[in-house]
């Protein structure tokens, strides 16, 4: 079985405080992580993958297979930074593949 | 490029009601096909999904059904809504060769009144 874990229901940082957006996962085979935002009003869509290895508006994540997280990170927070997030994860490999989301964490960015 | 439209966005209905939710997908060819209910602190879950036309799979059992009547069409249906049938569904897609990135519709709010 897959499962997403995000711990935090709500994160509330300072602008231009570090942002570190927690997410555990469990399976047993090669994941392949996503992290997904939705900005007010606009429709949920994908950040980054952990394949790409890119900085997407400044935020970066390392898939740490021996602590089995894929923790979402950003230096400098800012105000358009605030929305919802999800991790997501999907086993790596061909044909469909069955995506588990986790709960969410409310990124908030106080100015 | 891919689009994915979704309607209606709002929706109230009284309890026993039917429902019909749908969504249609242009840009691409034998998408996969999804339904996934947005609850607050309980984020997304999956409903259902479809790999081919009248091929769905459920992944909780509900008070809705979907069907897929054309390749890029999925429909969210219920025969009588239930009160715990409100909240945030949304519509989604992926193919095969985008590294299971799933691409969402802008979603439904249903009120069940």
């Known amino acids: 079985a897959q499962r997403v874990t995000q711990p935090e229901k709500l994160l509330s940082v300072f602008k231009g405080a570090p942002v570190e957006l927690k997410c555990n996962y469990s399976?047993?085979?090669?994941?392949?992580l996503f992290w997904y935002v939705q900005y007010s009003r606009q429709r949920l869509q994908l950040l980054l993958r952990?394949?790409s290895r890119e900085s997407i508006k400044g935020f970066t994540a390392d898939l740490n297979k021996g602590e089995t997280s894929f923790h979402l990170k950003k230096p400098f927070a800012q105000e358009e930074d605030s929305a919802m997030y999800y991790c997501a994860l999907s086993p790596l490999s061909g044909g469909y593949q069955k995506v588990t989301f986790g709960t969410g964490t409310k990124l908030q960015v106080i100015p | 490029s891919q689009t994915i439209h979704q309607w209606p966005a709002t929706l109230v209905q009284p309890v026993g009601s039917p429902l019909s939710l749908e969504c249609t997908v242009e840009?691409?060819?034998?998408?996969?096909l999804y339904w996934y209910r947005q609850a607050a602190g309980r984020g997304l879950q999956l409903l259902f999904y479809s790999v081919g036309i009248g091929q769905i799979s459920s992944e909780v059992p509900q008070n809705l059904s979907a069907s897929r009547p054309q390749d890029r069409q999925f429909i969210l249906s219920s025969k009588k809504l239930l009160l715990s049938d409100s909240g945030f569904y949304l519509c989604?897609?992926?193919?095969?060769?985008?590294?299971?990135?799933?691409?969402f519709g802008e979603g439904s709010w249903l009120t069940v009144v």
């Open positions: 952990h394949i």
């Open positions: 989604a897609w992926s193919v095969v060769g985008t590294g299971n990135t799933i691409y």
């Open positions: 399976y047993s085979g090669s994941p392949e």
């Open positions: 840009g691409t060819s034998n998408p996969n």
